[in-house]
């Protein structure tokens, strides 16, 4: 099978799942050429230093390299066309996305061959719009095959975009191995450490996490919580904090060189999101042998073995997070069975050979 897959964003679950693919099929990956997932100011990296990296060399590589508002487009859009047309592709899969020039080569090339996976069902609380309503409209009416990360997820496509069902497969977020690239065995976990990782914003529940502190470092007075990222004014987090000796925090962009030191550390991490769809940190968690202590929204929980690769407990709720957090602090055996639970999980029904398998197998249906 020839697969192309068309992307503005998600550069690292693209790259795993092509990888993936390509054991099997001949696939082309369409980039714009951006490093916003990539880089900061204080450490860039192209994006084709990256996919020279981490991508496997038979994946063929093809790039839109202007900005969407430059007039070199209408060359570059046909430019692109022709040389994905030329590859005679089976299926375009495209990950949900801004570029209105993805959305045209999608159209030229024909909306019957197009498999849509759409991330964000609904724009999180406190998020602006990041998509226009009209691209997500088009696209999700107009492809042949939709996928989403969770039961959860299908039904609320189904609901608030009127998609039918029928259209909406169910796959996992894989796990993502693509971070051992950057892994050092040597650094030990820290039994009493904490994570909170990713983009900081309000639908992520920080506040809930930090209310839970003091109920935390009451039965474990070594407890301390680490917070590993950017995002929205971090002011008023830090003004909710009554006990700043307790947190390690890391409020800026994390380099994909870092998120494996984070994750090595940490003893277990939190996901006490108070809305969700899904989470590729969960996945990453996994990939290191970390339980999870998440709650219960979205389709989070169906990747959660509630009791084995972690916890799901109520959201807003600090007290039901501090105990299960506690749980899996004060108990080495059970913090040792759920590591190995979660390892097991990462490298059987979410790892990206079973996930491009299964991926496979819906491009194939009629």
């Known amino acids: 099978m020839k697969i192309v897959i068309l992307i503005d964003w998600f550069i690292y679950y693209t790259v795993e799942l092509a990888n993936a693919l390509s054991q099997e099929h001949d696939v082309m990956l369409v980039t714009r050429d951006h490093n916003y997932e990539l880089s900061s100011s204080f450490e860039a990296t192209s994006i084709d230093d990256f996919l020279d990296a981490c991508l496997i060399k038979k994946v063929i590589r093809e790039k839109l390299r202007y900005r969407q508002r430059s007039l070199k487009n209408f060359l570059e859009v046909m430019w692109v066309y022709k040389r994905v047309r030329s ?215 169906e990747v959660v073995d509630d009791g084995k690769t972690g916890f799901v407990v109520s959201p807003n709720n600090p007290e039901d997070l501090s105990r299960a957090i506690i749980k899996i602090l004060e108990n080495h055996e059970l913090r040792k069975t759920m590591s190995a639970n979660a390892l097991a999980k990462a490298s059987a029904e979410l790892s990206w050979n079973t996930i491009a398998q299964e991926t496979a197998k819906i491009y194939s249906l009629n």
């Open 87 to 301: 590859f005679r592709p089976d299926i375009i899969h495209i990950q949900e996305n801004t570029d209105w020039r993805i959305l045209l080569i999608a159209k030229m090339l024909g909306f019957e061959k197009v498999v849509l996976t759409v991330h964000d069902v609904q724009i999180h609380p406190g998020d602006p719009e990041g998509i226009p309503k009209f691209f997500k409209s088009v696209l999700r009416k107009k492809v042949r095959k939709i996928i989403v990360h969770g039961q959860f997820l299908k039904k609320q496509l189904a609901s608030n975009w009127r998609v039918p069902e029928d259209k909406i497969y169910i796959l996992p977020h894989g796990a993502f191995s693509i971070y051992k690239n950057w892994d050092d065995p040597s650094i030990k976990e820290e039994a009493k450490t904490i994570l909170f990782f990713g983009r900081i914003s309000r639908y992520k529940g920080l506040d809930i996490l930090i209310k839970a502190e003091p109920l935390i470092t009451q039965h474990i007075p070594d407890a301390k919580i680490v917070i590993a990222g950017s995002g929205e004014d971090f002011g008023p987090y830090e003004s909710l904090i009554t006990n700043r000796s307790r947190f390690e925090i890391h409020n800026r962009f994390i380099s994909h060189r870092d998120v494996p030191k984070f994750f090595r550390r940490a003893s277990v991490v939190v996901l006490p999101y108070i809305e969700a769809s899904q989470s590729g940190v969960v996945p990453i968690a996994y990939i290191f042998g970390k339980p999870v202590v998440v709650t219960n929204v979205g389709s989070i929980p």
